[in-house]
């Protein structure tokens, strides 16, 4: 690893003392170096670099995706921008934690269901599921649909995933009953072989 600032826990400690002694550059350097040096971390802030204009790159900016992206913080990061009166911060980090929420939510049931195969196709489901659930609920919101169409349009992935489910266990269904057909005539087939042998 490297030094103090690469060191999850340590680094924000190492942090809070500076700022605790009034060195508040410091305390910032020692977090910037933090999500440079730290593995994984340092993967995510380069995944959020490069989602974020260079325009716009600046340690506030990058931290702010960040938590924006992490389930449960981007949402009470979210609320408290409502809160304050600024929307589009709130509607940004809410739709980008409800997001992040789908796809590892999909992820983990995907897994579960299905292994690694099933944990990809999980997560793109709950990704589509999300965009889908956020575009309809803006246009409820804005009067555009009706709130039955909202939540047909809420319900739409949802079925589809469940119908192409139902047609891929039918799809095993057939291959099942072609499999034990050809076994029942191979054994009959051996069983006249083994008794034309025994004459």
Known sequence: MGNADSIPVVSQLKSAVQAGCGDMNGALQTQENFTRQCPIISHMRNAIEDAVPPQERR???????????IPGVGHIKGAVHYAMGDHPQGERAMKAASRSTAVIGGTIVGLAVGGLGGAVTGGDAGNRYMDAAIATAEDAIKGKITPGEAFDGCAAPLLDTVEKHHKAGAMWDKVEKSTESSDKSQLVQAKGESAGMGE
């Open 59 to 69: 340690p506030d900016t990058v931290c702010n995706a960040l938590a924006d992206v």
